[in-house]
T-cell receptor
Framework: EDQVTQSPEALRLQEGESSSLNCSYT??????LFWYRQDPGKGPEFLFT???AGEEKEKERLKATLTKKESFLHITAPKPEDSATYLC????????????FGTGTRLTVIP | NAGVTQTPKFQVLKTGQSMTLQCAQD?????MYWYRQDPGMGLRLIYY???????DKGEVPNGYNVSRLNKREFSLRLESAAPSQTSVYFC???????????????FGPGTRLTVL
């Protein structure tokens, strides 16, 4: 059974304190792993797509990496405006582009 | 470009009432999706449409119907609302065309629905 698990559920960081969020997956035929950011009361905002193990993508203070079993979202020197819920999703094999989402990590960055 | 738009933003229904959630995208995307988001459950796919004129069930389709009106618009209908359908509903779209194309999905702002 396809499964996506994110950890931790919640994370509180001091401003400037770097850390990583984890997304582990058990799927057959990965066709892409996605990271999204979701602010309260808003829709998910697309951040990154990773397609193969070893791939890395960066955007400002965020860097996403992918292995055969998990992905990490590294946050370097976070600022309060990075506070949000970060969602991981996978696109598995087949003709449909259906994404399976994890339940997210709620990040709070304290000034 | 507005991206993906949804109406209404908020809605309160009584049990048994019906309503239609509207979604439109201006990115010329092929595929469109309806999700619901509940606390602790993550986003779950209700229905999707891989192209104009086609629709398929997702993980939680019971109690819902959809219509892909044209390439831009994809609506979700609740025929007889139940309290279990209280949720936040998101529409999304992607370029994906069945076997190729970019598969990132882009989301609308959501509709917050309460069924009393």
């Amino acid at each position: 059974e396809d499964q996506v698990t994110q950890s931790p559920e919640a994370l509180r960081l001091q401003e400037g304190e770097s850390s990583s969020l984890n997304c582990s997956y058990t799927v057959s035929g990965l066709r892409g792993l996605f990271w999204y950011r979701q602010d309260p009361g808003k829709g998910p905002e697309f951040l990154f797509t990773l397609y193969s193990a070893g791939e890395e993508k960066e955007k400002e203070r965020l860097k996403a990496t992918l292995t055969k079993k998990e992905s990490f979202l590294h946050i370097t020197a976070p600022k309060p405006e990075d506070s949000a819920t970060y969602l991981c999703a996978v696109h598995v094999g087949g003709g449909a582009n259906n994404l399976f989402f994890g339940t997210g990590t709620r990040l709070t960055v304290i000034p | 470009n507005a991206g993906v738009t949804q109406t209404p933003k908020f809605q309160v229904l009584k049990t048994g009432q019906s309503m239609t959630l509207q979604c439109a995208q201006d990115m010329n995307h092929n595929s469109m999706y309806w999700y619901r988001q509940d606390p602790g459950m993550g986003l779950r796919l209700i229905y999707y449409s891989a192209s104009e004129g086609t629709t398929d069930k997702g993980e939680v389709p019971n109690g819902y119907n959809v219509s892909r009106l044209n390439k831009r618009e994809f609506s979700l209908r609740l025929e007889s609302a139940a309290p279990s359908q209280t949720s936040v509903y998101f529409c999304a779209s992607s370029e994906w065309a069945g076997t190729s194309g970019r598969n990132e999905q882009f989301f609308g702002p959501g509709t917050r629905l309460t069924v009393l």
